[in-house]
């Protein structure tokens, strides 16, 4: 039950998160902000790593600075691919592989979820894609083809996003907070390098310093609460739950955007809530 609350705690908070950010991304481009939210992350996973405990090794460290060069990687590949491409399109191709291929990686090395447990994953799989469809007139980016360049880009995204929650899972217990601070000063490099690429401003307005502070906090509770998730229980299946984040940024962009609901995404925040009952359940 546990990893079960943690991941979907993951979901909430990696929801939240989307949702700020791509609030704040309607006054300044989106690798502005997370240029400002990532080294913010840094120093509040550091405080709580410091004040946690924990006696971190060379081999967590280091797994947990490589997952954090994908997840710098999954967000700079994916921003770029929403501002050439289709968001209806790329958004649930990237969040089925963000889900399936840890899915896949936890059953190959062993991993025997029950019956009731790998329903509701096949359920959470389906739900992940439905609520992260958009419709080409609901977004203002993205309305380009979704040509073969794009697509690469796509995948490389998702696999990404995989490869961060692969690799996290694989940091033996004990470290406490401190892979995952190695994780956040990983993609924070990553973030920054293509920043600078892109020759975007480092002057930050007072109110996006403060929303990336609020953005950092919700990013730094989600990537700790999979983290110890995936330490309590299995791979394949708290990874499902966490890639449900779509559905909790739709439900707030619902509830606060003034945004309408397409019947699909209806229909994939309510198989959201049935998959997590049936993964605590099983």
């Known amino acids: 039950m546990m990893p079960?609350?943690?991941?979907?705690?993951?979901?909430v908070a990696y929801g939240i998160s989307d949702y700020l950010g791509g609030v704040?991304?309607?006054?300044?481009?989106?690798?502005?902000v997370v240029s400002v939210s990532y080294p913010l992350s840094i120093v509040l996973v550091g405080a709580a790593a410091v004040v946690s405990g924990g006696s971190p090794t060379l081999a967590g460290l280091a797994w947990g600075l490589t997952s954090g060069?994908?997840?710098?990687?999954?967000?700079w590949s994916f921003y770029v691919a929403l501002s050439r491409g289709p968001m209806s399109v790329i958004s649930p191709i990237t969040a089925v592989l963000a889900a399936s291929v840890p899915l896949a990686f936890g059953l190959v090395a062993g991993e025997r979820p029950g019956a009731g447990a790998l329903v509701g994953m096949s359920v959470a799989l389906v739900a992940t894609v439905l609520v992260s469809l958009e419709s080409h007139e609901g977004s203002s980016i993205g309305h380009g083809r979704l040509t073969l360049p794009l697509m690469a880009l796509t995948v490389l995204s998702g696999l990404a996003f995989a490869g961060f929650f692969v690799l996290l899972a694989q940091v033996p217990a004990?470290?406490?907070?401190?892979?995952?601070?190695?994780?956040?000063?990983?993609?924070?490099?990553?973030?920054?390098?293509?920043?600078?690429?892109?020759?975007e401003s480092f002057r930050f307005s007072r109110?996006?310093?403060?929303i990336g502070l609020v953005i950092a906090v919700f990013d730094a509770?989600?990537?700790?609460?999979?983290?110890?998730?995936?330490?309590?229980?299995?791979?394949?299946?708290?990874?499902?739950?966490?890639a449900l984040y779509p559905a909790f940024t739709v439900a707030l962009a619902i509830t606060h955007g003034g945004e309408r609901l397409r019947a699909v995404q209806i229909a994939g925040l309510a198989l959201a809530g049935v998959a997590i009952a049936l993964l605590a359940l099983g």
């Open 207 to 210: 109110r996006l310093i403060a």
């Open 221 to 242: 509770v989600a990537n700790g609460a999979f983290y110890f998730a995936s330490q309590a229980g299995m791979l394949s299946l708290v990874s499902v739950i966490a």
């Open 174 to 199: 004990g470290e406490g907070l401190w892979p995952v601070a190695a994780s956040r000063i990983g993609a924070t490099g990553v973030v920054l390098a293509a920043a600078f690429a892109a020759r």
């Open 69 to 75: 060069l994908l997840s710098g990687l999954a967000v």
């Open 24 to 32: 704040a991304s309607r006054r300044a481009r989106a690798l502005r």
């Open 4 to 11: 079960v609350a943690l991941a979907s705690t993951s979901a």
